[in-house]
C-alpha cells in the first residue's frame, strides 16, 4: 500500500535542504577544524543532491554536468583545505578554531 | 518500492549528518560522514545518475574521507572535543536560527513551486532512459561537447591545487618559517 | 617691422638664458658685453618701430602682435599679447636707450666684482619684464612684467647680500611692492567682473563709451594707484626707495630713478580713461598725494649727506610731480616730465656713481669737496644734471615741470603752491649736493688716515665706459625739453604723438586763467628755480646764512621707526592674537574631529573578535537575509 505514495522532487529537495541547514549549524557550533571542515562537505553533498534532483525535475541533462564539476572542485578544495589545516596545526596541539584569532581587531 | 528506498536512504543521510554534528571524536565524525555519502548516493541511483553515484562513492567516501582520516591520524587530533561547553554564548542560538531559517526559506521556495518541480521520479526522459548507458552518453555529451573548456580548466585547477598544497605542507629545514 | 615687436623683449631675454649657461665661462667684461649688445639690439628694433609707427596716420597708431593664448579659461581669455603704439614705445624707447647706457656704465662700475655675469644676467632679465610691462596688451601681462621688476629689484637691491643692510633693503622693497601688488591684484578683478576682459583696449573702450559705471571705475582707479604708490614709492608706501640705495650704483640708475619706478606713472596713463570715468575725487586724490609726496620727500632730501639718500629722495619728490600731474588731467605732462626725469636722473646717479668709484666706494658727501678739478667730466655732466633738475631753462627738466606746474595751477590752487614749493627745496638741495660735492675746499683729506683709507687717495676720474653714457645723458638732458615746447601748437610734439592714448581724458585747459597767462607762470617758474639755487649757493658756498640740517628731517621725520614701534607693539599683539585663535580654535575643531572618529571606530573594533566562528555566524545571518529577500520579493 506504501506504493501508492511516490517520493516526489519536493521531498528530495526538502530532505536536502535540511541536509544543507545541519551543515551549516555544525560549521558554527564545531570548533575542532577538522569537524568544521566535514559539515562544509555535508552541505556541498546537500547542493549537490538538490541538482541531481532539479535535473531529473527539468529533465535536463546540465543538473548533472555542474554536479559533477563540483565534485571535482571539492575535491581540490579538501586538499588545499586539508594542506592549511597541516600546516597550521603542526605547531600546535589541541589547536582549535576559536585559537586561531590573530585577526582581532 | 521507491518510497521504502526513500526512507532508508533519507535515514542514512540525517543519521550521518546529526552523527557528524554531535560526535566529539573527530574519526567517529569521519565515519559517520562516510554514512551521509553512501545515502547520497543511493540517491542517486534512484535518480538514475548512475555515473555521479559511482563518481561520489569512488571520489568522496574512497578518497576525501580517507584523507580526513589520514590527517587526523597525521596529527593526532583525536583527542575529543567537548562539545558541551561553548566560549561563546551567542553562538548556538544565532547558529539555530541560521540554520532553521536557512531550511524554512528552502522549504518555503520549493513548496511554493511544487506544481513545477514536483514531479514523479523516475528517470530524466523515457526515450533515452533505453539503454542501460544512457546516462553516461548524455553526460560525456554534454561535457565533452558544450563544457570542454570548463573540463579542461577544472583539471589545470586539480594540478596548481595539488602543487600549492605540497608547496604549503613541507616541512621546511630552516628556523624561524611562517605559517 | 611692426610685427617683430616681439623682438624687443625676447633679446634682453635671450641674453638673459645665454648669461645663465654660459656666464661664467663669458666672464668679465664679456657677460656685460653680451648683455649691453642685447639691450642696445633692442634699443634698434625699437627705433625701427618708432618710424614705421610715424608713417602711419595717427589713428592708425595701434598693433598688437598675438604671441600664444596664454589662459583661455571659460569666461577669461587672455592672451600674451603685445601692444605697440605711441606711449608703450615711447616707454620702450628710454627704457631700451637708457637702459642700454646703463649696462656700458656698469661694465666699468662692476668691474673685478666677483658675481660680475649674474649681474648682467638680472640687468637683462629686469629689461625683459619691463618691456613686457610696457609693452603687455592686457593687464596681465603687464602684471607679469611688474612682479618681474619688482623681483628683479629684490635680487639687485640685495646683490652684496652678505651685507646685513643690503639684504633687509631687498626684503623691504619687496614686502613694500607687494602691498601695493594687492591693491593691482583687486584692481585687475574688478576689471574683470565689470568688463569681462582684462585687455586695455576692452576697459579703456569701455570706461569711454561709459558702460563703465562711475563708482566701478573709482575702485578700479584708487586700487590701480594703491598699487602705484607701491611701485613708484608714494606716500605712505615710499619708505623702501631710499633703502634701495644698498644696490649698485647703476641698479640704482636704472631701476630706482628711471624705469621700474616710472610704471605707477605709466599704468596710470595707460588707464586714463578709467580715471576719466571715475569720480572727480578720485583724481584729487592721486594729485594731493603727488604734491604731499613732493614736498615731503624734497624736506628730507635737505637734510641727507650720502651721496645717493640725496638723489633717492629727490626721485620720490619727482615721482611725486609725476603723480600730480596725473591727477590734474595732464598725463603728456607726466610723460613729458618721466621722460626728461629718467635722462637727467639717471645722469646725475650715474655722475654719483663716478664719483663714489673715483673716491673708493666714499659716499659720506661731508668727505668730499673740490672734485671738479680732480673729475672734469663727472663735474660737468652732473652739473648738466642738475641745472635740469633744479628747472633752469633751456635743460629739458624746466619744460616739463613747468608744464606740469601750469595744470597744476588750472587744477587746484593750493596743491599749485605745494609744487611750486617743492620745485624751490629740489633746486636748493641739490645745489647743495652740487656745492658740496664739486665745489668749495677738498675735504677728502681730512680725517683720511682715521677712516681706514691709507696709499694715496687722491680720487680719480673714471673710464671712459662710465663716462661716456654721462655725456650722451647729459646731451638728451640738455636738448630733451624740445619734445613738448609750450610756444605753440605745432611744438607740441609729444602731446600729438601721445594723442591716440590720451586725448579722450586730457584735462582741457583752454580758456582758463592759468592757460591764458601762461607766460605769467612760465616767468614765475624761472624765478622759483633762481631763487632756490641763489639761497642754496649763499647758505653753502659762501656761507652767509647757517645751514638748517634738523635732525628730524634727516631721519625722515622718523617714517620708519614709528611703523617699527606700531607693528612690533599693538601689531605684535593683533598677530599673536591670530596665532593663537588658528592653533586652538581651528586646530582644534580638526584634532577634535579626530578626537571623534577615533573613539566611535573604539567601539566598533570591538565587533573584530577575531574568531572565526563568529565571523561564520555573521555571514549565515547575512546569507539568510539574502535568502529572504529574495524569497518575498516576488510575493510582496
Same mark, same amino acid.
Given at each position: 500500500m506504501f506504493s501508492a505514495i511516490q517520493p516526489t522532487s519536493t521531498w528530495y529537495l526538502i530532505l536536502a535542504a535540511v541536509l544543507f541547514g545541519i551543515g551549516a549549524f555544525g560549521v558554527m557550533v564545531r570548533r575542532n577544524p577538522l569537524v568544521m571542515f566535514m559539515c562544509i562537505e555535508l552541505m556541498l553533498n546537500a547542493v549537490n543532491l538538490t541538482f541531481v534532483t532539479l535535473a531529473t525535475a527539468l529533465s535536463n541533462i546540465n543538473g548533472q554536468v555542474v554536479v559533477f564539476f563540483v565534485m571535482v572542485v571539492a575535491a581540490a578544495e579538501v586538499v588545499v583545505g586539508l594542506g592549511i589545516i597541516v600546516a597550521i596545526m603542526r605547531r600546535r596541539n589541541g589547536i582549535t578554531a576559536d585559537d586561531l584569532s590573530a585577526l582581532k581587531g | 518500492m521507491e518510497l521504502f528506498v526513500f526512507v532508508v536512504a533519507a535515514a542514512m543521510v540525517l543519521g550521518g549528518a546529526i552523527g557528524v554534528i554531535t560526535r566529539s571524536n573527530p574519526v567517529h565524525a569521519a565515519l559517520s560522514l562516510v554514512l551521509t555519502l553512501f545515502g547520497i548516493a543511493v540517491m542517486f541511483v534512484s535518480h538514475d545518475a548512475q555515473f555521479l553515484a559511482a563518481v561520489q562513492v569512488i571520489v568522496y567516501a574512497g578518497a576525501i574521507v580517507v584523507l580526513f582520516l589520514f590527517v587526523i591520524m597525521l596529527l593526532g587530533v583525536d583527542r575529543t572535543e567537548d562539545v558541551n561547553i561553548e566560549p561563546i554564548t551567542v553562538q548556538r542560538p544565532l547558529a539555530l536560527i541560521v540554520s532553521v531559517g536557512v531550511i524554512g526559506i528552502i522549504i518555503a521556495a520549493v513548496v511554493t513551486s511544487r506544481e513545477v518541480l514536483g514531479r514523479k521520479v523516475g528517470g530524466l526522459d523515457e526515450t533515452t532512459m533505453s539503454s542501460p548507458d544512457a546516462n553516461i552518453r548524455q553526460l560525456a555529451r554534454e561535457i565533452f561537447g558544450n563544457n570542454v573548456f570548463a573540463f579542461e580548466l577544472t583539471s589545470v585547477l586539480l594540478l596548481v591545487a595539488v602543487i600549492g598544497t605540497v608547496l604549503m605542507a613541507r616541512r621546511v629545514k630552516s628556523s624561524g618559517v611562517g605559517k | 617691422m611692426l610685427d617683430l615687436v616681439w623682438l624687443v623683449p625676447a633679446l634682453p631675454l635671450t641674453g638673459f638664458l645665454l648669461i645663465v649657461l654660459f656666464g661664467r665661462k663669458l666672464g668679465d667684461p664679456f657677460a656685460g658685453v653680451l648683455a649691453t649688445t642685447m639691450t642696445a639690439a633692442s634699443f634698434v628694433v625699437v627705433a625701427g618701430i618708432y618710424f614705421e609707427l610715424l608713417s602711419l596716420p595717427s589713428e592708425e597708431r595701434k598693433h598688437v602682435v598675438t604671441l600664444f593664448s596664454w589662459i583661455p579659461v571659460g569666461g577669461l581669455q587672455v592672451d600674451m599679447a603685445l601692444l605697440a603704439d605711441p606711449l608703450s614705445i615711447t616707454m620702450a624707447l628710454f627704457v631700451t636707450g637708457i637702459g642700454a647706457l646703463i649696462h656700458l656704465y656698469a661694465i666699468g662700475y662692476m668691474h673685478g666684482d666677483a658675481k660680475f655675469p649674474k649681474f648682467f644676467m638680472y640687468l637683462n632679465l629686469f629689461i625683459f619684464s619691463m618691456l613686457m610691462l610696457v609693452m603687455g596688451e592686457n593687464l596681465l601681462v603687464t602684471f607679469l612684467g611688474w612682479e618681474g621688476v619688482g623681483a628683479c629689484s629684490y635680487f639687485l637691491i640685495s646683490f652684496w647680500h652678505t651685507r646685513d643692510s643690503a639684504a633687509a633693503a631687498g626684503k623691504k622693497a619687496f614686502v613694500t611692492n607687494r602691498v601695493g601688488d594687492w591693491g593691482m591684484l583687486v584692481a585687475m578683478f574688478m576689471a574683470f567682473a565689470a568688463v569681462g576682459t582684462l585687455s586695455y583696449e576692452g576697459i579703456n573702450h569701455a570706461a569711454e563709451s561709459g558702460s563703465l559705471a562711475a563708482v566701478t571705475a573709482t575702485g578700479i582707479a584708487m586700487m590701480l594707484f594703491v598699487g602705484a604708490c607701491g611701485k613708484s614709492a608714494q606716500l605712505p608706501l615710499f619708505i623702501w626707495l631710499p633703502d634701495a640705495?644698498?644696490?649698485?650704483t647703476p641698479v640704482s640708475a636704472l631701476i630706482h630713478a628711471a624705469t621700474m619706478v616710472t610704471s605707477g606713472v605709466f599704468l596710470l596713463t595707460r588707464m586714463a580713461p578709467v580715471l576719466h570715468a571715475a569720480y572727480p575725487w578720485s583724481s584729487d586724490v592721486i594729485a594731493t598725494v603727488g604734491a604731499l609726496t613732493a614736498l615731503f620727500a624734497a624736506t628730507i632730501a635737505v637734510a641727507q649727506t650720502d651721496i645717493k639718500k640725496v638723489l633717492a629722495y629727490s626721485t620720490v619728490s619727482q615721482l611725486g610731480f609725476m603723480f600730480l600731474a596725473i591727477g590734474s588731467g595732464a598725463y603728456v605732462a607726466a610723460i613729458f616730465h618721466m621722460v626728461t626725469h629718467a635722462f637727467f636722473k639717471a645722469l646725475l646717479f650715474m655722475g654719483s656713481g663716478s664719483v663714489i668709484h673715483g673716491m673708493h666706494h666714499?659716499?659720506? !658727501? $661731508? $668727505?668730499?669737496?673740490?672734485?671738479r678739478k680732480v673729475m672734469p667730466i663727472t663735474a660737468i655732466t652732473f652739473i648738466i644734471g642738475w641745472l635740469a633738475i633744479a628747472g633752469v631753462p633751456p635743460f629739458s627738466g624746466f619744460w616739463s615741470k613747468d608744464e606740469i606746474l601750469l595744470y597744476a595751477f588750472a587744477n587746484n590752487r593750493f596743491l599749485y603752491f605745494i609744487g611750486v614749493l617743492a620745485a624751490l627745496l629740489t633746486a636748493f638741495y641739490m645745489t647743495r649736493q652740487v656745492i658740496m660735492v664739486f665745489f668749495g675746499e677738498a675735504r677728502w683729506n681730512d680725517h683720511a688716515e682715521e677712516n681706514g683709507a691709507h696709499g694715496d687717495h687722491t680720487p680719480h676720474e673714471s673710464p671712459w665706459t662710465m663716462t661716456a653714457p654721462l655725456v650722451v645723458l647729459s646731451g638728451l638732458a640738455i636738448?630733451?625739453?624740445? !619734445?613738448?615746447?609750450?610756444?605753440s601748437k605745432e611744438t607740441h610734439w609729444l602731446e600729438h604723438w601721445l594723442e591716440p592714448v590720451v586725448h579722450h581724458s586730457e584735462a582741457n585747459i583752454k580758456g582758463t586763467w592759468a592757460y591764458d597767462n601762461k607766460w605769467l607762470l612760465l616767468g614765475l617758474a624761472v624765478i622759483i628755480a633762481t631763487a632756490g639755487i641763489a639761497a642754496s649757493i649763499a647758505v653753502?658756498?659762501?656761507?652767509?646764512f647757517k645751514a638748517v640740517e634738523p635732525q628730524l628731517l634727516a631721519d625722515a621725520w622718523r617714517y620708519d621707526s614709528s611703523i617699527s614701534a606700531f607693528v612690533g607693539g599693538p601689531g605684535r599683539k593683533a598677530f599673536d592674537a591670530v596665532a593663537a585663535f588658528d592653533a586652538h580654535i581651528v586646530d582644534g575643531a580638526v584634532v577634535g574631529v579626530g578626537t571623534e572618529v577615533r573613539a566611535a571606530s573604539g567601539l566598533l573594533r570591538k565587533v573584530q573578535s577575531g574568531l572565526v566562528r563568529s565571523y561564520a555566524a555573521i555571514i549565515g545571518i547575512g546569507a539568510v537575509l539574502v535568502l529572504a529577500w529574495f524569497l518575498l520579493r516576488g510575493v510582496l
Open positions: - | - | 640705495m644698498e644696490g649698485p666714499e659716499q659720506d !658727501m $661731508r $668727505r668730499m669737496g673740490a672734485l636738448t630733451g625739453g624740445v !619734445m613738448q615746447l609750450p610756444f653753502y658756498a659762501k656761507g652767509k
